[in-house]
């Protein structure tokens, strides 16, 4: 369903716009799901369009781990509150023990968590996206502006875009 108070992208556009925001905002909520309820949690994306990827850095311990080998399918979110920019993927994922790409992905970032790439309880989370779907609103002010002036009009304001795509 559509909200009608936005324009909807085309699909190739929505695409674009997932890609890119993801990458832009980059701290996203991942969501696992263990059974009985789904759990939430604030990550550092690494987003690699070109791979049809996103990449967390994790720690071998916690429960995410056990969560996504029982049930792979996540949920990640971003949020752009400030710019009303918001993007959610939902896709598959997979833990593995890859060094290199480790290496490749390790930022002075990770160093709040990890010494370096060589800790051996560094595990790789990858995502690979099916389903996204972008809102992407103009700032508050524009909002403002738009929502008085359809008041004044009677006429429906365009809050922004949305879209949904197959990744």
């Known amino acids: ?14 695409i674009d716009r997932i890609w890119d925001l993801a990458d832009k905002i980059d ?3 991942l969501t696992t799901w263990d059974g009985k309820q789904q759990r939430s949690r604030p990550m550092a994306s690494r987003v690699r369009r070109e791979e049809s990827a996103i990449y967390f850095l994790t720690d071998i311990e916690g429960h995410k781990l ?15 509150n ?9 896709g598959e994922a997979e833990v593995s023990n890859d060094r290199a790409k480790i290496e490749e992905l390790w930022t002075n970032f990770d160093k709040a968590w990890w010494d370096d790439a060589n800790d051996p309880q560094i ?7 099916e389903d996204g779907e972008v ?9 403002g502006a738009k929502m008085l002036a359809a008041a004044a009009t009677g006429s429906r304001p365009k809050l922004g875009e949305t879209g949904k795509a197959r990744l």
């Open 123 to 129: 595990r790789l989370l990858k995502v690979t996206p």
């Open 1 to 14: 369903m559509t909200d009608q108070h936005s324009d909807t992208l085309s699909s190739e556009e929505a």
């Open 82 to 90: 400030g710019g009303h920019k918001y993007v959610v993927i939902a």
């Open 27 to 29: 701290i996203c909520m």
């Open 135 to 143: 809102w992407d609103s103009p700032n508050m002010v524009v909002t």
């Open 66 to 80: 056990t969560e996504i080998e029982k049930f792979p399918h996540v949920s990640l979110a971003w949020a752009d």
